[in-house]
């Protein structure tokens, strides 16, 4: 496995089809994998209990046509892009043809989104549940998420609720050695169940898909995209001159 190392994270260079072979042959078990956007390398140079959390995972696959373009621009470039939201939408697809076998499980997600995804994908044993705001800090809630990743003895466990809670949940799976490879995927159930919608491709080719979400949910992501986004920019110019 070779790497890049720039933000302070060590990317490592897939290809979407590969990686999603390589987890569905069980090949990252208890392995914590994360998809760093602009957003996650922002927190990271400002936040030291979230970098402390963040980098404590094991495989950092890049998300971002943002974070790949600057890179690129400060001459440490990142040469692969998996977005979550395809990497998730990769593997449910496989897993419904291919790989029936493989068992997964969720922890987050409404009800609603997990029967919608059940029903897209005829898969009918997905083990779940979703915690309740502030679970992070609640041992028996979080005990509540192992226990049921340990019952459901899952190959994959996705994780959606949100960093760095859904790692706070990985790291405490990893610790106590629960079967299948944790993968933190956000928002992405939201997007397979058609709760969200993902940009058309040209957007996205065009390094906008964050405008096209950010006019989907303005509330939710204005301060994130225009206000917290943007420190990025000393962020690049300080790993340009490292």
């Known amino acids: 496995m070779s790497f890049?190392?720039?933000f302070d994270v060590a990317f490592s260079k897939f290809e979407i089809h590969s990686f999603?072979?390589?987890?569905?042959?069980?090949?990252?078990?208890k392995k914590i994998i994360v998809t760093p956007n602009v957003d996650h390398i922002v927190r990271l140079n400002k936040d030291a209990n979230f970098r402390d959390i963040y980098l404590a995972a094991d495989i950092f696959v890049n998300d971002?046509?943002?974070?790949?373009?600057?890179?690129?621009?400060?001459?440490?470039?990142?040469?692969?892009?998996?977005?979550?939201?395809?990497?998730?939408?990769?593997?449910?697809d496989k897993i419904a043809t291919e790989y029936k076998g493989v068992k997964v499980a969720v922890i987050g997600g409404e009800e609603s989104v997990i029967t919608k995804i059940k029903a897209k994908y005829q898969i009918h044993n997905i083990p779940h549940y979703n915690p309740p705001m502030g679970f992070h800090t609640d041992e028996a809630e979080l005990q509540k998420c192992i226990d049921l990743c340990k019952s459901a003895d899952a190959d994959i466990i996705f994780l959606a609720v949100g960093s760095p809670k859904q790692e706070i949940v990985a790291a405490r799976l990893r610790?106590?050695?629960?079967?299948?490879c944790?993968?933190?995927?956000?928002?992405s159930l939201l997007f397979l169940?058609?709760?969200?919608?993902?940009a058309p491709l040209f957007i996205q080719k065009i390094h906008c898909e964050w405008l096209f979400r950010l006019l989907q949910s303005p509330r939710r992501l204005a301060k994130r995209y225009l206000v917290d986004g943007l420190r990025i920019?000393?962020?690049c110019i300080k790993e340009y001159f490292r």
Do not use: H, Q, W
């Open 4 to 6: 890049t190392n720039v």
């Open 20 to 29: 999603t072979s390589e987890i569905l042959k069980n090949k990252f078990n």
């Open 64 to 92: 971002s046509r943002i974070l790949k373009f600057l890179s690129k621009l400060i001459r440490k470039p990142i040469n692969s892009l998996i977005p979550g939201s395809d990497l998730t939408a990769f593997l449910f």
């Open 175 to 180: 610790n106590e050695n629960v079967n299948g």
């Open 182 to 187: 944790y993968l933190c995927i956000g928002a």
């Open 193 to 198: 169940a058609g709760e969200e919608k993902r």
């Open 233 to 235: 920019i000393p962020i």
